[in-house]
């Protein structure tokens, strides 16, 4: 990109402008854009305000008496002052902990926490001792969440990066909108997961509910049990050697890996017949009454 | 929004009044407009507790004249109560709108409940053996303060913290609803009922009665209709899913049994603990912390899915 000017920029088709800018297009879909992780280049992942903090300072809150928050307020306090492992405890099903931290830290709750937990994260990596309500790591881009226990509806939502795991069960609706990074669902899922995904990849041991990857764009599930119904224009794809090497590697890494290894596993991806925007809307049906 | 709750002890009687109470204020801010309580006590059979209403809360503001009709509709009340020789054994009122009735009763209570609701003004909350119906306007701590509700002991109970949507911040729309007039009945809902003014037709034709214009009292009335009809709580619970069109959770509890039942999309919350003698549910799991602070093992019922537990 050095000494690239504005008006050579512009002179350029949309792919060939992309690979200047250090982006790559995505030759199988052309519709979406990715940055390349470049080690050399590390301020690009690091915001600017982000407080540098040191792992081996450790601090711990008694969350029992103190609001939501009082305690989001108290870890940016503790990162402002360089603490880089906070444990959390009695955080006993409090809403939105632990949102919006957009720097590396270990972030340890020894229970369970209510809707939205470390929602909009950026970096952290965060161990659950408990189970989390709806929507846990809604928005998240980049980290890792594990959740020791089971999980509530709408888990990843809109997910950009990272890796969401949860090694119990969760609800309905898992990685709804999902826009990239991993989900790692240990035990089953529940109707409607994977609904409008359009990147990413979800990973599901058990069973899923109706509906798997409704209205899916793009992006890939993997069901290890039984599934209970597909949804519109998802489609079952055929399980590669890359694929059972990524399986193979993810779970593992998570302690997830069944006995049986992975070849067991399905694998949905999106049939593309609901990509056609230009035709129009056909007319409304009128309702008798 | 709306939160709702249930918990049954299996086999034993505790302070549901005092537990219901602890996990509905934990819900307070999934509605903060009113709060109401269906609580199970031990039954006693051949008497009946009746609990009705004989204003609006807001009536009482409205100025004179207020208090002299609710002492006529509470001396009428009565006048019938004594015509279906229904005998008063004690009579309380926590305000002067809300009053707790024990009778003895051997007749009709369909009829005597008909013949009551017809005077302008009252609505009979709840009628059974164990159910005791409270509701008013508030959270639960104001709610449970005025009624008395902190000391209530029974087997089991359902509750109800109301932002009302489509209808009037009343008692009338507050929940729980009593399936009227199956006794022992109460329903609590969280979600919109789609096709409602269908449904209700259906009901009003086959002669049920609606008090408010809030589609969780369909819920309330679509059970009764099928209780009435020799169908099980449960068989009721499944085919609700079927028939019942929207999103929606909802719980009922009969004098032994409470169940839930959740639609086709799982769209609305419910986090169920189960134990070997406790099961606690509710909106959010912050309700059952409420009454459960140890570390405790939960997770979210599926779509379509319908449980039923026994005292």
Request: charge should be negative; charged fraction near 25%.
């Given at each position: 990109?050095?000494?690239?000017?504005?008006?050579?920029?512009?002179?350029?088709?949309?792919?060939?402008?992309?690979?200047?800018?250090?982006m790559?297009?995505?030759?199988?879909?052309?519709?979406?854009?990715?940055?390349?992780?470049?080690?050399?280049?590390?301020?690009?992942?690091?915001?600017?305000?982000?407080?540098?903090?040191?792992?081996?300072?450790?601090?711990?809150?008694?969350?029992?008496?103190?609001?939501?928050?009082?305690?989001?307020?108290?870890?940016?306090?503790?990162?402002?002052?360089?603490?880089?492992?906070?444990?959390?405890?009695?955080?006993?099903?409090?809403?939105?902990?632990?949102?919006?931290?957009?720097?590396?830290?270990?972030?340890?709750?020894?229970?369970?926490?209510?809707?939205?937990?470390?929602?909009?994260?950026?970096?952290?990596?965060?161990?659950?001792?408990g189970?989390?309500?709806?929507?846990?790591?809604e928005?998240?881009m980049?980290?890792?969440?594990?959740?020791?226990?089971?999980a509530?509806?709408?888990?990843?939502?809109?997910?950009?990066?990272?890796?969401?795991?949860?090694?119990?069960?969760?609800?309905?609706?898992?990685?709804?909108?999902?826009?990239?990074?991993?989900?790692?669902?240990?035990?089953?899922?529940?109707?409607?997961?994977?609904?409008?995904?359009?990147?990413?990849?979800?990973i599901?041991?058990?069973?899923?509910?109706?509906?798997?990857?409704?209205?899916m764009?793009?992006?890939?599930?993997?069901?290890?049990?039984?599934?209970?119904?597909?949804?519109?224009?998802?489609?079952?794809?055929?399980?590669?050697?890359?694929?059972?090497?990524?399986?193979?590697?993810?779970?593992?890494?998570?302690?997830?890996?069944?006995?049986?290894?992975?070849?067991?596993?399905?694998?949905?991806?999106?049939?593309?017949?609901?990509?056609?925007?230009?035709?129009?809307?056909?007319?409304?049906?009128?309702?008798?009454? | 929004?709306?939160?709702?709750?249930?918990?049954?002890?299996?086999?034993?009687s505790?302070?549901?009044?005092?537990?219901?109470?602890?996990?509905?204020?934990?819900?307070?801010?999934?509605?903060?407009?009113?709060?109401?309580?269906?609580?199970?006590?031990?039954?006693?059979?051949?008497?009946?507790?009746?609990?009705?209403?004989?204003?609006?809360?807001?009536?009482?503001?409205?100025?004179?004249?207020?208090?002299?009709?609710?002492?006529?509709?509470?001396?009428?009340?009565?006048?019938?109560?004594e015509?279906h020789?229904?005998?008063?054994k004690?009579?309380?009122?926590?305000?002067?709108y809300?009053?707790?009735?024990?009778?003895?009763h051997?007749?009709?209570?369909?009829?005597?409940?008909?013949?009551?609701?017809?005077?302008?003004?009252?609505?009979?909350?709840?009628?059974?053996?164990?159910?005791?119906?409270?509701?008013?306007?508030g959270?639960?701590?104001?709610v449970?303060?005025?009624?008395?509700?902190?000391?209530?002991?029974?087997?089991?109970?359902?509750?109800?913290?109301r932002?009302?949507?489509?209808?009037?911040?009343?008692?009338?729309?507050?929940?729980?609803?009593?399936?009227?007039?199956?006794?022992d009945?109460?329903?609590?809902?969280?979600?919109?009922?789609?096709?409602?003014?269908?449904?209700?037709?259906?009901?009003?034709?086959?002669?049920?009665?609606?008090?408010?214009n809030?589609?969780?009292?369909?819920?309330?009335?679509?059970?009764?209709?099928?209780?009435?009809?020799?169908?099980?709580?449960?068989?009721?619970?499944?085919?609700?899913?079927?028939?019942?069109?929207?999103?929606?959770?909802?719980?009922?509890?009969?004098?032994?049994?409470?169940?839930?039942?959740?639609?086709?999309?799982?769209?609305?919350?419910?986090?169920?603990?189960?134990?070997?003698?406790?099961?606690?549910?509710?909106?959010?799991?912050?309700?059952?912390?409420?009454?459960?602070?140890?570390?405790?093992?939960?997770?979210?019922?599926?779509?379509?899915?319908?449980?039923?537990?026994?005292?």
């Amino acid at each position: 990109m050095a000494g690239m000017t504005d008006a050579q920029l512009s002179e350029m088709n949309q792919e060939e402008r992309a690979e200047a800018l250090g982006m790559t297009s995505e030759q199988l879909t052309g519709r979406s854009l990715f940055m390349e992780f470049d080690p050399d280049a590390e301020d690009r992942f690091v915001y600017p305000w982000a407080p540098d903090v040191d792992f081996n300072r450790r601090a711990e809150i008694d969350t029992d008496e103190m609001s939501t928050t009082e305690v989001n307020a108290k870890m940016r306090e503790l990162m402002e002052a360089g603490h880089g492992t906070i444990v959390v405890k009695n955080p006993r099903g409090k809403h939105s902990l632990g949102v919006g931290i957009l720097n590396k830290l270990n972030l340890i709750y020894e229970g369970s926490l209510g809707y939205f937990a470390v929602g909009l994260i950026d970096g952290p990596n965060v161990r659950i001792n408990g189970r989390v309500g709806w929507s846990c790591g809604e928005n998240m881009m980049s980290g890792t969440v594990v959740i020791e226990k089971n999980a509530g509806s709408t888990f990843g939502a809109a997910i950009r990066g990272g890796d969401l795991v949860c090694r119990g069960s969760v609800g309905s609706r898992t990685g709804i909108d999902m826009k990239g990074g991993t989900i790692i669902v240990g035990g089953d899922t529940g109707a409607l997961s994977g609904f409008m995904m359009q990147r990413g990849r979800m990973i599901v041991c058990g069973n899923a509910g109706k509906n798997l990857g409704d209205s899916m764009y793009d992006g890939t599930i993997y069901v290890g049990g039984e599934i209970r119904s597909l949804g519109v224009d998802a489609v079952e794809a055929e399980l590669t050697e890359l694929d059972r090497a990524w399986l193979t590697r993810k779970l593992t890494q998570y302690e997830l890996m069944p006995e049986n290894g992975v070849d067991h596993f399905t694998k949905i991806v999106a049939g593309k017949q609901l990509w056609n925007y230009d035709n129009l809307e056909p007319n409304e049906k009128k309702l008798i009454l | 929004m709306c939160g709702i709750a249930g918990l049954i002890h299996k086999g034993k009687s505790s302070n549901v009044g005092g537990e219901m109470t602890s996990m509905l204020q934990a819900l307070k801010h999934r509605g903060p407009d009113s709060t109401g309580f269906a609580v199970y006590g031990e039954p006693s059979e051949g008497d009946y507790i009746m609990r009705a209403i004989v204003a609006e809360r807001e009536d009482i503001d409205k100025g004179h004249g207020i208090l002299d009709q609710i002492k006529s509709r509470i001396d009428e009340v009565e006048k019938r109560l004594e015509e279906h020789g229904a005998t008063v054994k004690t009579k309380d009122n926590s305000t002067p709108y809300a009053l707790r009735y024990v009778l003895s009763h051997d007749g009709d209570t369909e009829a005597m409940a008909r013949h009551i609701e017809e005077i302008d003004g009252v609505e009979i909350l709840s009628l059974g053996n164990g159910l005791e119906l409270i509701k008013d306007l508030g959270d639960a701590g104001d709610v449970a303060e005025l009624y008395g509700l902190d000391e209530f002991a029974g087997t089991h109970a359902i509750g109800h913290t109301r932002m009302a949507t489509e209808s009037d911040v009343d008692i009338r729309s507050a929940h729980p609803y009593w399936a009227f007039p199956y006794n022992d009945v109460s329903v609590v809902h969280n979600g919109q009922i789609t096709n409602y003014w269908i449904m209700r037709r259906q009901m009003e034709r086959k002669g049920h009665r609606f008090q408010s214009n809030c589609d969780s009292e369909l819920l309330a009335v679509y059970t009764a209709d099928n209780l009435n009809n020799g169908i099980s709580l449960e068989t009721s619970l499944k085919r609700s899913i079927e028939e019942i069109d929207g999103v929606f959770t909802y719980l009922v509890a009969t004098k032994d049994q409470l169940g839930m039942a959740k639609d086709t999309m799982a769209a609305k919350p419910l986090v169920l603990y189960e134990s070997d003698d406790l099961i606690a549910m509710a909106s959010e799991e912050v309700a059952i912390r409420a009454i459960l602070p140890e570390e405790i093992d939960t997770y979210d019922p599926y779509d379509e899915e319908v449980r039923v537990w026994q005292a």
